[in-house]
């Protein structure tokens, strides 16, 4: 048994507690919270700073650890799409190296639980050993060519079958985004989909995703035609992207909208008339900024009361795989967002969006969410010296 503490403890599902001390057993499970001066100083472990649950990683392609500063930034989605198709195949060692190493970081950054795009079976190895829980999404996609959905379905298919669900782990078959999947193949998606179930897709990362929908314009034209894909018979809604999505999922599962860059008032609202607290949001500010250079308008989801989460995205599309490194980037340039508002997105919300908050996501009695420590005081503000130490 250890009985850990620290100036603040942030439990999430309840208030601060100054010199909180913390009790849990050897696997980590909470026994108790209390405070300081109910505890013998000589029992105690302690720690300046702030003591926080395990953090949760809701978007992450570990998959593509090993094209960490190949896509150059900055160049927008279509060219960054283009490398990561045209980069992938390289010698199987590399990509089972840089496939432990990121599980490693995402570790020692404090990570205890990640939801994670797979299109091959690479990762499956390192995620059965890993302490992480993962949720894995099987990611389909067919350049949303109905005569392609059978194929594709199948294939991917057999990745999936291939993912463990041992250790606490979960998987799904999942649609990539919008632009990329047929009807034929979302229908197809939908028949394995159950209520416990996460879903996640891509939503809205670049102007043109939602111009290619409202009005058949934008450089998703050059992209299809980049890869000799007809899309003669795509005819546009005269409605954003999100809604081709919403027409075509099931409302009944958790659903992950990630990225949203460009997502408006009136998309929150119409996900959330559609599955209202089913509805999640994961945003990866440095993804964002590394291959758009900008950032949703976080204001439109606190008004209307998203259930946001966060993200870290691959290697790919980022400089690490660190939590407290995207809530940094948030607060540097959304300054407005308060520090426990943020902690909520990296905690309980992401928990609660994977199906993980039974155990993971707040410090509460029973529960074994890890704890981490951050070198913050009373001012809570993080830094560029935030750093994160994990405790248990």
Same mark, same amino acid.
């Given at each position: 048994?250890?009985?850990?503490?620290?100036?603040?403890?942030?439990?999430?599902?309840?208030?601060?507690?100054?010199?909180?001390?913390?009790?849990?057993?050897?696997?980590?499970?909470?026994?108790?919270?209390?405070?300081?001066?109910?505890?013998?100083?000589?029992?105690?472990?302690?720690?300046?700073?702030?003591?926080?649950?395990?953090?949760?990683?809701?978007?992450?392609?570990?998959?593509?650890?090993?094209?960490?500063?190949?896509?150059?930034?900055?160049?927008?989605?279509?060219?960054?799409?283009?490398?990561?198709?045209?980069?992938?195949?390289?010698?199987?060692?590399?990509?089972?190296?840089?496939?432990?190493? !990121?599980?490693?970081?995402?570790?020692?950054?404090?990570?205890?639980?990640?939801?994670?795009?797979?299109?091959?079976?690479?990762?499956?190895?390192?995620?059965?050993?890993?302490?992480?829980?993962?949720?894995?999404?099987?990611?389909?996609?067919?350049?949303?060519?109905?005569?392609?959905?059978?194929?594709?379905?199948?294939?991917?298919?057999?990745?999936?079958?291939?993912?463990?669900? !041992?250790?606490?782990?979960?998987?799904?078959?999942?649609?990539?985004?919008?632009?990329?999947?047929?009807?034929?193949?979302?229908?197809?998606?939908?028949?394995?989909?159950?209520?416990?179930?996460?879903?996640?897709?891509?939503?809205?990362?670049?102007?043109?995703?939602?111009?290619?929908?409202?009005?058949?314009?934008?450089?998703?034209?050059?992209?299809?035609?980049?890869?000799?894909?007809?899309?003669?018979?795509?005819?546009?809604?005269?409605?954003?992207?999100?809604?081709?999505?919403?027409?075509?999922?099931?409302?009944?599962?958790?659903?992950?909208?990630?990225?949203?860059?460009?997502?408006?008032?009136?998309?929150?609202?119409?996900?959330?008339?559609?599955?209202?607290?089913?509805?999640?949001?994961?945003?990866?500010?440095?993804?964002?900024?590394?291959?758009?250079?900008?950032?949703?308008?976080?204001?439109?989801?606190?008004?209307?009361?998203?259930?946001?989460?966060? !993200?870290?995205?691959?290697?790919?599309?980022?400089?690490?795989?660190?939590?407290?490194?995207?809530?940094?980037?948030?607060?540097?340039?959304?300054?407005?967002?308060?520090?426990?508002?943020?902690?909520?997105?990296?905690?309980?919300?992401?928990?609660?969006?994977?199906?993980?908050?039974?155990?993971?996501?707040?410090?509460?009695?029973?529960?074994?969410? !890890?704890?981490?420590?951050?070198?913050?005081?009373?001012?809570?503000?993080?830094?560029?010296?935030?750093?994160?130490?994990?405790?248990?």
């Amino acid at each position: 048994m250890r009985q850990i503490t620290a100036d603040i403890v942030f439990p999430i599902s309840a208030p601060p507690v100054k010199n909180g001390v913390i009790t849990i057993d050897s696997n980590g499970k909470i026994l108790n919270i209390d405070q300081r001066e109910n505890h013998e100083s000589s029992n105690l472990e302690t720690y300046e700073g702030i003591i926080v649950p395990g953090f949760v990683n809701t978007h992450c392609h570990l998959e593509l650890s090993h094209m960490k500063s190949v896509a150059p930034t900055g160049t927008g989605l279509l060219p960054f799409l283009k490398t990561v198709v045209n980069f992938r195949d390289v010698s199987e060692d590399q990509i089972m190296t840089a496939i432990k190493a !990121g599980d490693l970081e995402m570790q020692q950054e404090g990570i205890v639980a990640v939801g994670d795009i797979s299109n091959k079976t690479d990762t499956v190895a390192t995620k059965s050993k890993s302490p992480i829980r993962y949720y894995t999404f099987v990611e389909m996609f067919d350049f949303m060519q109905n005569d392609w959905a059978d194929k594709t379905f199948d294939d991917y298919y057999k990745v999936f079958e291939e993912q463990s669900n !041992g250790n606490g782990n979960r998987k799904s078959c999942v649609p990539h985004a919008p632009y990329t999947v047929s009807q034929k193949l979302f229908s197809k998606l939908k028949k394995e989909t159950n209520k416990g179930m996460t879903i996640s897709i891509h939503n809205q990362e670049t102007p043109h995703e939602d111009a290619f929908f409202l009005n058949k314009t934008g450089d998703f034209l050059k992209f299809y035609e980049t890869f000799q894909i007809s899309i003669d018979d795509f005819k546009p809604s005269g409605k954003t992207a999100i809604h081709y999505a919403l027409e075509n999922m099931n409302p009944s599962c958790r659903t992950l909208f990630v990225h949203n860059t460009m997502t408006g008032s009136e998309d929150i609202q119409k996900a959330h008339d559609w599955g209202g607290k089913n509805v999640f949001w994961a945003t990866c500010a440095n993804a964002n900024l590394y291959i758009e250079n900008r950032m949703p308008d976080y204001q439109k989801f606190i008004d209307n009361d998203a259930q946001m989460t966060i !993200g870290t995205d691959s290697l790919t599309s980022n400089w690490q795989l660190s939590i407290i490194d995207e809530m940094r980037t948030i607060s540097k340039f959304q300054s407005y967002i308060p520090f426990e508002t943020l902690l909520k997105w990296a905690t309980l919300n992401g928990a609660k969006a994977l199906g993980f908050e039974e155990d993971l996501g707040s410090i509460e009695v029973g529960k074994t969410p !890890g704890l981490n420590l951050l070198n913050m005081n009373e001012s809570l503000k993080i830094t560029n010296d935030t750093k994160v130490k994990k405790l248990a």
